[in-house]
Every structure is written in C-alpha cells, then in structure tokens.
Nanobody, 115 residues
Framework: QVQLVESGGGLVQTGGSLRLSCAAS????????MRWHRQAPGKEREYVAM???????SYSDSVKGRFTISRDNANNTVLLQMNSLKPEDTAVYYC?????????WGQGTQVTVSS
C-alpha cells in the first residue's frame, strides 16, 4: 500500500506556472503507475497526465504542451509542472498510484488561476 500527499497548489494569474508535488510513502514506489487528475467545481474528476514505470508519458489534450509529468524515484515523488495556466485549469488536483488493479489517491491540492 502507498500513501500520497500532494502539495504545491495555490493562486496564480493566467499565463503563470505552478509545480505540484506528490510525495509517496510505502514501499515499491517505482513499481506504480502514477497519474494526475483534477476536479473542477460542479464537474467530474478528469484525467490529466500519466507516467508509467517505463517512463512513458501521456497527457490529456487540454494540457498537452503545457504540463509535464515527471518522477523522482529516489525521493518517492511525482511532479506536475504546469505552465501557461488558464482559468479553466482551476481545480483540485489529485495524484494517484496504480498497481496490480489497486488505485490509491491523495487528498488533493487546490489550483486557482485568476483571469
């Protein structure tokens, strides 16, 4: 089992940048597929980015070219670098860890982009 804690959210102006971190505790971090999702008020949670154990990355069309996911296995951390932020990126951002059919979630961190 893995426990996840997100940080790095905040208030930023349109066009600004933020870097989110997701710190994982527990063993075997490098064997988990890591994902970021987000949930805006009144909307369903949506997929943002994924990084698998072989370092393959994928992104939703809405963030492709602006967001970058990466991982630091030595520090059990996954990052989400967010550039060129837009008001529609405002949401609570969650990281998740997936392995052997189990998905673990963090508590989320709020990102607010002002226009």
């Amino acid at each position: 089992q893995v426990q996840l804690v997100e940080s790095g959210g905040g208030l930023v102006q349109t066009g600004g940048s933020l870097r989110l971190s997701c710190a994982a505790s527990g063993r075997g971090f490098e064997t988990y597929i890591m994902r970021w999702h987000r949930q805006a008020p009144g909307k369903e949670r949506e997929y943002v980015a994924m990084l698998d154990t072989g370092d393959a990355r994928s992104y939703s069309d809405s963030v492709k070219g602006r967001f970058t996911i990466s991982r630091d296995n030595a520090n059990n951390t996954v990052l989400l670098q967010m550039n060129s932020l837009k008001p529609e990126d405002t949401a609570v951002y969650y990281c998740s860890a997936v392995r052997l059919g189990h998905t673990y979630w963090g508590q989320g961190t709020q990102v607010t982009v002002s226009s």
